[in-house]
């Protein structure tokens, strides 16, 4: 009896062991459930989050009577399954044209999720800080490697998956990014982010093999981009 008690500890100890980093092994699902529950996550988000006077994502409360949910600004989805929600009067005017390979300056405060499916109730669990220049420098971060990597990056890749654009770029994120204008500020220009980018799975890393940015695995994770474009600049 008491071996089987031990037993029972060790392996209590093994299963809350088996994370790297804060990160949590959540069980794999078949890549089609996947895609299901990214979108039906990335829909309950649209519900349960608002932007407040700086754009800044919070959680809603259904008592809430005066922020208006994600899912009331005009969010809009594309066909890779990518959201993209434009925050009203917090856009340039007249902005300048993004393109895929400009050199960006961006102030973010992004998240990677799972969407999984507990017991019937499916949402992003497991979150995970992807990028924060707000509480973290306070300086926007300066061409990124997940929207445009470097070509002497490609060029001296170890690998041959090193040399491929998609072990660094976040497509969705790309495709998405261009729907919106960048300002032209300073660096120490305080920030009001412009929108929210959600980027599911499928459209991100899916399952394939990817650059190392966070010290654990973007294996079925989504992102959710909040932002604000600084600048950009032809390469």
Known sequence: ??????????????????RKDGEEIVPEVNIETQNTNDDVAAKKFLE???????G?????????VINVKLSKLNPVTLPSGVIYIMRPNAQPNPGKEIGSSDIITLMSNSMTYVATDTDGNVAFTSPYSFRNTINGSGIPELDPAYFH?????????????EKQRNFYEIEGFIEALQKFKAYDLPNESNYNLQGVIIVPS????????????????FKDRSFIFNFQVYKTTPR
């Open 202 to 217: 499928r459209a991100a890393f899916a399952r394939d093999a990817h650059f190392n940015y966070n010290n654990i695995s």
């Open 48 to 54: 349960t989050h608002y932007l407040d006077a700086k």
């Open 149 to 161: 990597v470097k070509d002497d990056v490609l060029k001296n890749g170890k690998t041959e998956i």
């Open 1 to 18: 009896m008491k071996k089987t008690f031990l037993f029972l500890a060790l392996a209590s100890i093994a299963i809350t062991s088996c």
């Open 56 to 64: 800044n994502l919070k959680e809603y409360v259904d008592t809430d």
